[in-house]
């Protein structure tokens, strides 16, 4: 890098923590981040970058651009929080405020992080290094509904050539799994109230349909591919024992490792659904809350990023953070790690054990995981079916730390998230800058997209017309308290 763009990011260290506490203070969940987007989004219009504030029909989205012509170049933000986890930056349990939010997925380092990124960028385009339009995307609510794919929607990526990301995690490596297609919806059955006891012939329990349309949706799961995913959780089930219940419902999660699979399985459940709507005499309504897209990273993103993510190197950890990673270890399970190794090809198996030994990763890890999908969802995941797209991560986290917890709220607060956020920050802006420098680059990953695309086009995984139900997902905010 050069000098100016260079140091940008290491000068400003300390502006960008602060920014990435307050937003970690802030912990506002999904649509409610009004304070964190409004923050990142008048950042960005102190350094000149053009925000459009409110789009694709969320409040709290938002991009901001800068720079003229090709290439286009855009980077990902989110900072959402997660119900219940607030937590101090120590490393043994202790909410900052009983039940309230926190982060524990490090969205805070993660829209942090991709900001020194954009504006690092934007200071090598105004010393004439590079060339091109550099943008953020400030995606919310990542945690509950597919923001991206509504600004795919709204034709937000339709000049963009290169997209990149990352997420907090602990370990340093780029991401070569892809994720779960996914469906979120909730079904909700209304019947007729009645006195249990004294008059029962004239219910018709909602809850009823609900019990039903879960064992037909369980007999179902001997009839599925072996990775797709069922799971639910009823939601409401009535109030009393001695009221037959009017009104229940229930919230399912539909996973497989296609789009097209999850879409076959969901209409099967929905057959199921209006089975049990028969059955009980009830009516069935259907919420539909999100969905999203599996992952199909770029290759040729991922070799430009995997090479600036071991020119950067890993966070560079000092004593005090190693000694609060030791603390904070002490409050994991004993077998919290066993479950990546089953992503582990056996020749790095030594690796990855001595890895996953410690309390912070001290490596780059070497590319692992391809043709394997992470048990997760996320929709990034629609952008990488729409622009060429890579995603990697950077040691924020205590090695074997669970993802959604508070241990990940309590390194997200201090230096062992800040680190990890610079680090990233830097990789984030070589990339771009090694995209806007070289056109070919660009060519040839659109090239690789239009060849792992060829058989399989995007198309907007919600029903037609859906638009954001934003009451119901702020209940499903309350919900995961």
């Given at each position: 890098m050069s000098e100016n763009y260079q140091k940008w990011i290491e000068n400003n260290r300390d502006f960008l923590i602060e920014i990435s506490d307050k937003i970690w203070e802030f912990a506002e969940t999904g649509f409610q981040e009004f304070k964190s987007s409004k923050l990142l989004a008048d950042t960005l219009e102190d350094y000149d970058f053009k925000v459009f504030r409110g789009v694709a029909e969320m409040?709290?989205?938002?991009?901001?651009?800068?720079?003229?012509?090709?290439?286009?170049?855009?980077?990902?933000?989110?900072?959402?929080?997660?119900?219940?986890?607030s937590q101090v930056a120590e490393p043994i349990r202790n909410p900052i405020i009983q039940d309230a939010p926190g982060h524990g997925c490090g969205h805070n380092l993660l829209g942090v992080g991709s900001l020194g990124a954009v504006i690092a960028v934007k200071q090598a385009l105004d010393d004439g290094i590079a060339n091109g339009t550099i943008r953020y995307y400030g995606c919310p609510a990542e945690e509950i509904f597919n923001?991206?794919?509504?600004?795919?929607k709204h034709g937000l990526f339709e000049d963009v050539d290169i997209s990149l990301t990352w997420h907090p995690s602990f370990l340093n490596m780029i991401n070569l799994m892809s994720t779960l297609a996914m469906n979120s919806v909730v079904f909700r059955f209304h019947g007729q109230t009645a006195h249990a006891a004294a008059d029962p012939q004239n219910g018709r329990s909602a809850l009823d349909a609900v019990e039903l349309m879960d064992i037909g949706a369980n007999y179902l799961r001997e009839h599925i591919i072996p990775d797709a995913r069922l799971h639910y959780v009823i939601t409401n089930g009535g109030k009393a024992p001695n009221i037959v219940p009017d009104e229940a419902e229930v919230w399912y999660f539909v996973r497989a490792p296609e789009r097209h699979q999850v879409d076959?399985?969901?209409?099967?459940?929905?057959?199921?659904?209006?089975?049990?709507?028969?059955?009980t005499e009830t009516q069935m309504e259907i919420d539909f809350l999100s969905a999203s897209y599996n992952t199909k990273f770029n290759s040729v993103v991922q070799e430009v990023v995997y090479l600036n993510l071991k020119k950067v190197?890993?966070?560079?950890?000092k004593s005090k953070e190693k000694q609060f990673a030791k603390e904070l270890s002490k409050t994991l399970s004993e077998n919290s790690i066993e479950g990546y190794l089953r992503f582990v090809p056996s020749?790095?198996?030594?690796?990855?054990?001595?890895?996953?030994?410690?309390?912070?990763?001290?490596?780059?890890?070497?590319?692992?995981?391809?043709?394997?999908?992470?048990?997760?969802?996320t929709d990034v995941a629609d952008v990488s079916w729409v622009t060429p797209l890579a995603e990697f991560n950077t040691a924020c986290e205590v090695i074997g730390s669970p993802g959604h917890s508070w241990q990940n709220v309590a390194t997200g607060g201090m230096e062992i998230g800040h680190k990890g956020m610079l680090a990233a920050a830097r990789v984030l802006a070589l990339s771009a800058l090694d995209f806007m420098r070289n056109p070919d680059l660009v060519e040839k990953a659109w090239r690789q997209f239009e060849k792992d695309h060829q058989d399989k086009k995007y198309s907007f995984p919600f029903p037609k017309d859906q638009k954001p139900l934003f009451n119901k997902l702020k209940e499903v905010n309350y919900m995961l308290e």
């Open positions: 409040p709290t989205a938002f991009y901001a651009t800068y720079g003229n012509g090709k290439p286009v170049i855009a980077i990902l933000g989110e900072y959402d929080a997660l119900p219940g986890l923001a991206k794919g509504y600004m795919v076959h399985l969901y209409e099967r459940l929905i057959k199921i659904g209006k089975g049990a709507e028969l059955m190197g890993p966070p560079n950890f020749e790095y198996m030594d690796l990855a054990k001595a890895v996953l030994s410690q309390p912070l990763n001290k490596i780059i890890v070497p590319p692992i995981g391809e043709g394997a999908v992470e048990p997760g969802s």
